[in-house]
């Protein structure tokens, strides 16, 4: 863990869970509690596939109401944000960066067995070996900065280019091996506004904008990193 770490959060065995001390306001596209919503906790579920003795499929039959269960039964009660990845939690990134009074912590969990540009045709989109591990670039992002809706909306945007540009800079290709990949067909993002100084936008020529990408910069690359390792060791 980074020095100074404020986010309280824990590992339990396949899902990392985020609680917060105090309802949040969230955006994200995740599956369960997507959108701009006040929550109180966010979970990042490893979901096991293929032939595994530890497999679970039953998210697939509602996995809305799996996230929703899961986070009950961990504690977190209430509205809860729930992200699904078939990444190892022992991939887990942690980055936290700070200046000027604001700060940003970072959770990553990083796949790109899925990888796409964006405008890639979807026929070409799966795996054609089924015992391919579908992956996912998972980006949580806890702030002290009290974020207007605009800079929410914009904070997921600055996440994105930063996470493409490093995609781009490691030469992550597309499934077809075409292209030079723009993310992955699952990725989430998720941004957690918090209670401190007031920033109205987050663009790239703001600081928390520069925090931003900064921070997911580096949470990529390191988590994939950690994701070739897991997957050459796997």
Request: net charge positive.
């Given at each position: 863990?980074?020095?100074?770490?404020?986010?309280?959060?824990?590992?339990?065995?396949?899902?990392?869970?985020?609680?917060?001390?105090?309802t949040r306001r969230v955006i994200s596209s995740a599956v369960?509690?997507?959108?701009?919503?006040?929550?109180?906790?966010?979970?990042?579920?490893?979901?096991?596939?293929?032939?595994?003795?530890?497999?679970?499929?039953?998210?697939?039959?509602?996995?809305?109401?799996?996230?929703?269960?899961?986070?009950?039964?961990?504690?977190?009660?209430?509205?809860?944000?729930?992200?699904?990845?078939?990444?190892?939690?022992?991939?887990?990134?942690?980055r936290r960066v700070e200046a000027g009074g604001l700060w940003?912590?970072?959770?990553?969990?990083?796949?790109?067995?899925?990888?796409?540009?964006?405008?890639?045709?979807?026929?070409?989109?799966?795996?054609?070996?089924?015992?391919?591990?579908?992956?996912?670039?998972?980006?949580?992002?806890?702030?002290?900065?009290?974020?207007?809706?605009?800079?929410?909306?914009?904070?997921?945007?600055?996440?994105?280019?930063?996470?493409?540009?490093?995609?781009?800079?490691?030469?992550?290709?597309?499934?077809?091996?075409?292209?030079?990949?723009?993310?992955?067909?699952?990725d989430v993002v998720a941004v957690v506004s918090g209670q401190?100084?007031?920033?109205?936008?987050?663009?790239?020529?703001?600081?928390?904008?520069?925090?931003?990408?900064?921070?997911?910069?580096?949470?990529?690359?390191?988590?994939?990193?950690?994701?070739?390792?897991?997957?050459?060791?796997?």
């Amino acid at each position: 863990m980074p020095m100074s770490w404020n986010t309280s959060y824990r590992v339990v065995d396949r899902t990392l869970v985020i609680p917060f001390t105090s309802t949040r306001r969230v955006i994200s596209s995740a599956v369960h509690g997507g959108g701009i919503v006040y929550a109180h906790g966010i979970l990042n579920h490893q979901v096991i596939m293929q032939n595994s003795a530890a497999n679970d499929l039953s998210h697939e039959k509602d996995p809305i109401r799996y996230l929703g269960e899961l986070a009950k039964h961990l504690g977190i009660h209430g509205r809860c944000v729930g992200l699904m990845t078939a990444v190892d939690m022992r991939c887990l990134v942690l980055r936290r960066v700070e200046a000027g009074g604001l700060w940003i912590e970072g959770f990553f969990t990083v796949g790109v067995t899925n990888a796409v540009r964006a405008g890639d045709s979807i026929l070409t989109q799966l795996p054609q070996n089924p015992e391919i591990k579908i992956g996912t670039i998972n980006i949580i992002l806890m702030t002290n900065a009290r974020l207007s809706s605009a800079a929410m909306v914009c904070a997921v945007g600055v996440a994105t280019e930063s996470k493409t540009a490093m995609l781009f800079s490691e030469d992550i290709k597309n499934m077809s091996g075409t292209h030079v990949a723009t993310g992955t067909g699952t990725d989430v993002v998720a941004v957690v506004s918090g209670q401190g100084p007031f920033c109205r936008f987050s663009g790239t020529h703001t600081k928390i904008g520069e925090l931003l990408g900064l921070v997911v910069s580096e949470g990529v690359k390191e988590g994939l990193q950690k994701y070739r390792a897991w997957r050459d060791s796997s």
